[in-house]
């Protein structure tokens, strides 16, 4: 059983702070990775996607990848109260992803 | 460019109804999936189509039923519905960079 593995939180983090967020996967043939986000009644929508071991940016967002630990996390730099959501970490398998149950992020001022 | 559209967004069946979600997609992706999404859980796969004729189950598909006869069409057929499929169904496709893109959902309960 191929698995994706969040802690469902809520992780709650000060406006301005960095927020966190961690997940791991079970299938080693995994080759990419994703994170999503998810406010309540709404779609997922795609923020970051990683392919390669380390660092991957953009904007506040910061997606790592360490594939020897199966160990994939998202950091955001500069939260905000817009940032308040559920994150979805996924593993890609064979053209299908599976998906963690997320993470549910709140901001406070 | 619409995306991927999906119908109806809310809908209430009694126990043992029939229905079909509507899913469609103008990005001419190939790949196009149907997930279920509970309160508090992860996306679960329920089927998916590698291209226009061609489907397979996911993680959870007994209940449901799929056909895909076009590239831009993946409906979703729930017959005989119980009660544990009352469920947010998410429709997606897969673009070139691997992200997903999906559709609004469609709140479904079974009463």
């Known amino acids: 059983q191929k698995e994706v593995e969040q802690n469902s939180g809520p992780l709650s983090v000060p406006e301005g702070a960095i927020a966190s967020l961690n997940c791991t996967y079970s299938?080693?043939?995994?080759?990419?990775f994703f994170w999503y986000r998810q406010y309540s009644g709404k779609s997922p929508e795609l923020i970051m996607s990683i392919y390669s071991n380390g660092d991957k940016e953009d904007g506040r967002f910061t997606a790592q990848l360490n594939k020897a630990s199966q160990y994939v996390s998202l950091l955001i730099r500069d939260s905000q109260p817009s940032d308040s959501a559920t994150y979805l970490c996924?593993?890609?398998?064979?053209?299908?992803?599976?998906f963690g149950t997320g993470t549910r992020l709140q901001v406070f001022p | 460019n619409a995306g991927v559209t999906q119908t109806p967004k809310f809908r209430i069946l009694k126990i043992g109804q029939s229905m079909t979600l509507q899913c469609t997609q103008d990005m001419n992706h190939n790949y196009m999936y149907w997930y279920r999404q509970d309160p508090g859980m992860g996306l679960k796969l329920i089927y998916y189509s590698v291209g226009a004729g061609i489907t397979d189950k996911g993680e959870v598909p007994n209940g449901y039923n799929v056909s895909r006869s076009t590239t831009e069409d993946f409906p979703l057929r729930l017959e005989l519905a119980a009660p544990s499929q009352t469920s947010v169904y998410f429709c997606?496709?897969?673009?070139?960079?691997?992200?997903?893109?999906f559709g609004s959902g469609t709140r479904l309960t079974v009463v």
């Open positions: 996924a593993a890609e398998y064979t053209d299908k992803l599976i």
């Open positions: 997606a496709s897969l673009g070139v960079d691997y992200g997903y893109t």
């Open positions: 299938d080693r043939g995994s080759q990419s």
